[in-house]
Structures are given as structure tokens and as C-alpha cells.
T-cell receptor, first 118, second 111 residues
Framework: GAVVSQHPSWVICKSGTSVKIECRSL??????MFWYRQFPKQSLMLMAT?????????EQGVEKDKFLINHASLTLSTLTVTSAHPEDSSFYIC??????????????FGPGTRLLVL | GENVEQHPSTLSVQEGDSAVIKCTYS??????FPWYKQELGKRPQLIID?????GEKKDQRIAVTLNKTAKHFSLHITETQPEDSAVYFC??????????FGKGTKLSVIP
């Protein structure tokens, strides 16, 4: 199957700092990447959809100025959590869309980044 | 938008028994239904999926059924093993790209 990497796997930072998370599709080109947030024992909450070369589409309630997304190439999308606060502590997972048939994609997930803001 | 309901939230079965997880969706335009397995602290892994032009799909001990009229689909795991213990998520998508996920089912297989 398709391989998606994510870096870093975990990060601890001080309140007020910014953290950048990278998501890469290693063996395929992904025109669409997704960023999710997952709280303990809860489901995946879509934060934004990232398309290569264009602005990300954010879900309702997600602050685009706080969660900056850049999809600079067909294999790389980045999520920057700006001025992080303790309430931003969470498990952030990216996924990359890859075609499984005409007009249809499935998503393969990265391993996730665990963020702890002190 | 799409709304996906998943039941049960927790499920315990004896090793060797079958497990069934059910999901319903609201958007009749949805035509792609994947299932993901997530072990603790790890990424969700796609285990099986089905498209709306198919009623059932099977892969060894795992099968998925889809009833488009009733807007529900189910995951069936037969001959469960301890390594099947994980959280399972269903999802629904229309055409391509975006998926809406259910809240997950924590499956525990008791040896």
C-alpha cells in the first residue's frame, strides 16, 4: 500500500512557540492531503483539506491563522501550529489521498504527531 | 453534510467468535465506504472498503456489507483473534477526497 510519513512523531514545546509538522507521501503523488486532530479515545476530526498549489480548505471552527497549512508539492504538506497553547496538545494525523479508481480516492494515514504544549 | 453513526462504541468477544460493527450514514450521495483499524498510538490502517455498486466484499476473515437503500454498512470479522483488538472506524465519502468518520468501536478479543 501507499506509504505516508510524518515528522516529528512527537514534540514537546513551551506555550507561545510555533511547531511545524511535515507530512510526506513517499511512493506516490498526493494532490490532496488531509489534516486531522484526534483526542484520546475519540474519533478523527478533520481540520482541513490541503490541495497542492492552492489554499487549504478549513473545517468550521478551525482557526486558519492558528493552524497554517502549506502544500508546496505533490508529496509534501506542512501544518504549523502557531503560538501553541496547552489546549492545542493533541495527536495530529495527516493523510494523503490516492486514486483507487476513476473519480475515487482513498486515504492513507501518516503515523501521527503527538504534540504536548507545556 | 454527511453524518456517520457507528455502533457499538465498545465490543468484547471471545476469541474465535464473530464481531459485527454497524454504521449508518445520512448523505445518499456517499458512494465510498472504507473501514480503518487503529491500534493504540498508531495510525489508522485501511483494512477493507466497498463502493456503492457492490453489496458485499470479503477479504479472508473480514467482510463488509452495504445496504444503500437503508444507508447502512457493516463490518464483519469472523474467527476473531487477540490481534484483532483495536479501535475500528467506519467512514463514508462521496466520490473522492473527503471522508466523514464514525466515532469508532473499541473491539476487545478475549483469549
Amino acid at each position: 500500500g501507499a506509504v505516508v510519513s510524518q515528522h516529528p512523531s512527537w514534540v514537546i514545546c513551551k506555550s507561545g512557540t510555533s511547531v511545524k509538522i511535515e507530512c510526506r507521501s513517499l511512493d506516490f503523488q498526493a494532490t490532496t492531503m488531509f489534516w486531522y486532530r484526534q483526542f484520546p479515545k475519540q474519533s478523527l476530526m478533520l481540520m482541513a483539506t490541503s490541495n497542492e498549489g492552492s489554499k487549504a480548505t478549513y473545517e468550521q471552527g478551525v482557526e486558519k491563522d492558528k493552524f497554517l497549512i502549506n502544500h508546496a508539492s505533490l508529496t509534501l504538506s506542512t501544518l504549523t501550529v502557531t503560538s501553541a497553547h496547552p489546549e492545542d496538545s493533541s495527536f495530529y494525523i495527516c493523510s494523503a489521498g490516492t486514486p483507487i479508481g476513476p473519480y475515487q480516492e482513498t486515504q492513507y494515514f501518516g503515523p501521527g504527531t503527538r504534540l504536548l504544549v507545556l | 453534510g454527511e453524518n456517520v453513526e457507528q455502533h457499538p462504541s465498545t465490543l468484547s468477544v471471545q476469541e474465535g467468535d464473530s464481531a459485527v460493527i454497524k454504521c449508518t450514514y445520512s448523505d445518499s450521495a456517499s458512494n465510498y465506504f472504507p473501514w480503518y483499524k487503529q491500534e493504540l498510538g498508531k495510525r489508522p490502517q485501511l483494512i477493507i472498503d466497498i463502493r456503492s455498486n457492490v453489496g458485499e466484499k470479503k477479504d479472508q476473515r473480514i467482510a463488509v456489507t452495504l445496504n444503500k437503500t437503508a444507508k447502512h454498512f457493516s463490518l464483519h470479522i469472523t474467527e476473531t483473534q487477540p490481534e484483532d483488538s483495536a479501535v475500528y472506524f467506519c467512514a463514508a465519502g462521496a466520490g473522492s477526497y473527503q471522508l466523514t468518520f464514525g466515532k469508532g468501536t473499541k473491539l476487545s478479543v478475549i483469549p
